[in-house]
């Protein structure tokens, strides 16, 4: 099984579990997602989702390029990125409060994931990066939008979508992308971090995530996120594209 989801009294946990792939994306890994959504809207009882990777090393380092270098066209780019892209949408749109618990490097779209939730708890030794322009693409589910919706100043957000390179978890601090930084046991940092947030009724987290909501129905999140992915999928089938995909794959092996 690529994951694991586990319902800790009210706590959705959501693991990547694929350690030899670095937690990378794949299908069964969206369908995992998908599924983990679809019982929160479901079950009234759950109040978080925490999304996070298994073992140390790395959060998510993205799409699995071993799997997905084989989509070429723009067509075939389009059906995976927008598949990712609705999931990430739904969860961003989810009513209860949402987390990603970093533990480790969260790279290209594991940084579009991280960026997806409400709030990101970092450990304090590890790199995130919208690297996805190394690959001559641009994020490809949706992550730089919601990278520009998360209070970010302006500069720093473009700036790190076109650095695309990994940052340290200070400077991720100190731009407002990281919420917390944690050493030691990430579900300690877990507790630690909603251990106020136990004490409030539920309907005033969904009330107060409606406030948000609202305001990007307001600013067509949606149609926005969508032209983010179709922008992808052009570029995804360009020669340099494909060129670095394959420098990649063959540094990989």
Not at 81 to 86: D, N, R, Y
Not at 154 to 162: E, N, Q, S, T, Y
Request: charged share 25%; glycine share 8%; aromatic share 10%.
């Amino acid at each position: 099984m690529a994951y694991q989801i586990e319902n800790n009294d009210g706590i959705l946990i959501f693991t990547i579990d694929r350690q030899d792939k670095r937690n990378a994306v794949n299908d069964e890994v969206m369908e995992g997602l998908k599924e983990a959504i679809t019982y929160i809207k479901d079950h009234q009882d759950v109040r978080f989702l925490v999304v996070t990777g298994s073992g140390e090393k790395a959060f998510c380092s993205g799409g699995d390029l071993s799997e997905f270098h084989l989509l070429h066209t723009e067509d075939e780019a389009f059906s995976m990125l927008s598949k990712m892209g609705h999931i990430l949408y739904d969860l961003a749109t989810l009513r209860v409060p949402t987390i990603a618990l970093v533990n480790g490097a969260a790279v290209g779209g594991g940084c579009e994931i991280a960026t997806a939730c409400d709030f990101r708890l970092v450990a304090s030794d590890v790199q995130c990066g919208f690297i996805q322009g190394t690959l001559s693409i641009t994020s490809g589910w949706g992550g730089g939008t919601y990278l520009f919706e998360r209070g970010l100043r302006h500069d720093h957000a473009l700036k790190m979508l076109i650095d695309a390179k990994s940052y340290d978890a200070n400077l991720l601090y100190e731009i407002g992308w990281a919420t917390d930084l944690f050493e030691g046991s990430k579900e300690q940092a877990l507790e630690k971090f909603i251990a106020n947030m136990r004490g409030i009724h539920p309907s005033v987290h969904q009330a107060y995530k409606e406030i948000q909501l609202r305001k990007w129905k307001e600013k067509n999140m949606y149609e926005r996120v969508m032209e983010e992915i179709r922008l992808c999928a052009k570029l995804w089938e360009s020669d340099a594209h494909n060129e670095a995909v394959q420098r990649f794959l063959n540094k990989s092996k």
